[in-house]
T-cell receptor
Framework: EPEVTQTPSHQVTQMGQEVILRCVPI?????FYWYRQILGQKVEFLVS????????KSEIFDDQFSVERPDGSNFTLKIRSTKLEDSAMYFC??????????????FGPGTRLTVL | DAKTTQPPSMDCAEGRAANLPCNHS???????VYWYRQIHSQGPQYIIH???NNETNEMASLIITEDRKSSTLILPHATLRDTAVYYC????????????FGQGTRLTINP
């Protein structure tokens, strides 16, 4: 069964450093998403991406964040200068483009980001 | 975004049906009801969705009231592996639709 993969599973970085979180969505999916979950809190939407541009972003997704689809398979989230409060689990998700009623999003296993 | 209300926690005995309620009284006419679950710290997993008719798949059944202001997710024969946080989410059905997660219901299946 196809699945969304994410690397690394755990990333430890120093405050102020740049990090890139990587995701490989399901191959025939064209909608991509990033969510995050701070420990003990709810899952929060960050950004959605379609046709090589951002469809929607939340207030969390400020100028420190960027997304990119550098090739035909990867989808990345970059945080330019990490802050302590960026420590969280980051989930990538993807969904199909379909004219039918279906917005099932498939989530990856997540990357745990720890900012020291 | 329509808001949902779910009980924070529920318990169910293994092998019994787990019935998880959700209130979504502000749902609009073209919004669907989605259920996802999150086992421990894994990525959320889609379970089922519906508009106004009852739906069933291999995982669960979804019962939506006629006025669409509430719904119930039914896990017919709960197992220990169904212990998770269950999220009821309302939203659109096409395009890059963000999922707005609430706190969900922490369902514990007891042996």
């Amino acid at each position: 069964e196809p699945e969304v993969t994410q690397t690394p599973s755990h990333q430890v970085t120093q405050m102020g450093q740049e990090v890139i979180l990587r995701c490989v969505p399901i191959s025939n999916h064209l909608y991509f998403y990033w969510y995050r979950q701070i420990l003990g809190q709810k899952v929060e939407f960050l950004v959605s991406f379609y046709n090589n541009e951002i469809s929607e972003k939340s207030e969390i997704f400020d100028d420190q964040f960027s997304v990119e689809r550098p090739d035909g398979s990867n989808f990345t989230l970059k945080i330019r200068s990490t802050k302590l409060e960026d420590s969280a689990m980051y989930f990538c998700a993807s969904s199909e483009v379909t004219g039918l009623v279906d917005n099932e999003q498939f989530f990856g296993p997540g990357t745990r980001l720890t900012v020291l | 975004d329509a808001k949902t209300t779910q009980p924070p926690s529920m318990d169910c005995a293994e092998g019994r049906a787990a019935n998880l309620p959700c209130n979504h009284s502000t749902i609009s006419g073209n919004e669907y009801v989605y259920w996802y679950r999150q086992i421990h710290s894994q990525g959320p997993q889609y379970i089922i969705h519906g508009l106004k008719n009852n739906e069933t798949n291999e995982m669960a059944s979804l019962i939506i009231t006629e006025d669409r202001k509430s719904s119930t997710l039914i896990l017919p024969h709960a197992t220990l592996r169904d212990t998770a946080v269950y999220y009821c989410i309302v939203g659109g059905f096409q395009g890059a639709q963000k999922l707005v997660f609430g706190q969900g219901t922490r369902l514990t299946i007891n042996p």
